[in-house]
């Protein structure tokens, strides 16, 4: 995320647990409750919510194979125009 001082926007602090004596926490919250609360914050700074798409994960593995293997091969990975 980098450095804290280019970060743009106030401090924030979600309180969703309590540190115990044992080394454990209590959790107060749900995660429906803390993303109410982080959309309450994005609409108090003006915000929009910006959902991410979806990463396909089963194709990005699958283009990670197919170039680990034609470096394998020593295939180049450049095609001339016209070719497929």
Do not use: Q, W
């Amino acid at each position: 995320m980098g450095s804290a001082d280019t970060f743009k926007t106030e401090e924030f602090v979600f309180p969703g647990h309590i540190p115990l004596d044992n080394g454990h926490y209590e959790v107060l919250e749900t995660v429906g409750r803390l993303k109410d609360a982080a959309d309450d914050f994005r609409i108090k700074m003006d915000k929009p919510y910006r959902p991410f798409d979806p990463i396909d994960m089963v194709k990005g593995m699958e283009e990670f194979a197919t170039k680990r293997r034609d470096a394998k091969v020593g295939r180049k990975m450049f095609s001339m125009v016209g070719t497929s």
